[in-house]
């Protein structure tokens, strides 16, 4: 039996745009590059692809700078899917593009209609809940919208906190199997937690916890060598990947990707 959590067979993907340059971020440290970018995404790609899954590469959108992370375009779920609506105003039209695309791979997909809003990086689903953590992106009136759609197909919800002046719930946490969660310590003192096995990352490697687990493999944001040891210790399968461009625009591993 298959585990929806972190078991996957597809995965949709967006390449990078030349506008990737002008993203969103909270802080500028420099310019993103496309070609490293465009070969971080490369290599993103055969890894999801080296576990047996299809991946949808979607046509880059030089509209939406910010379109290359997928993930803050919809929720997908194995009953449905589910397209967000950004609270950042740039990002809004993306949702519009993964439409069609999610159309043609779900019976069953849904909308945030609003006026609240939800981006899927605050979103975590584990093996017994949905996980949704308050933001500046994504506020109440999107979380009960969530919650409503999700409560139908029998998914508990559980609204929680993103820390202050950290972009998204899951820039601070990763699943790592339905029982386990790399977390930061900050996140993780909370007690959002309490009940799972959590893996604290490695003091001063706060940007690793930012993961995914797909299939047999963890993807991991490269240079987070305490982290990187401590889950290969645990049994984890680590795939490091350059995260050093898409970090400058305050995004990881699991914005680059829509799992399924
Ligand atoms: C943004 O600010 O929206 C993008 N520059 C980064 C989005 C990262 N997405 C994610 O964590 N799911």
Redo the contacts with the bound molecule.
Sequence with gaps: MTNPSFEFSRAITRRPAASIID????EDTGSPSLTGMLAAHQAYVVALKSTGAQVIELDPLEAFP?AV?V??TALCLPQGAILMR?G?PS?MGEVAHMAPVLRDCYDDLREIKGPGHI???DILVTGREVLVGRSD?TDAAGVAELAEIVGEWGHSLREVFTPPGV??F??DCSLMDAETILSTKRLSASGCFDGYKVLDVAEGEEAAA?AIRFNNLVLFPAGFPRTAEMLSNAGYEVVEIDNSDCAK????M??LSLRF
């Design positions: 993203g969103l971020r909270a910010d992370f993930e803050d950004p950042a990002r981006e899927g990086g992106r972009l998204h899951k820039t930012n625009l305050d995004g990881g699991s914005c």
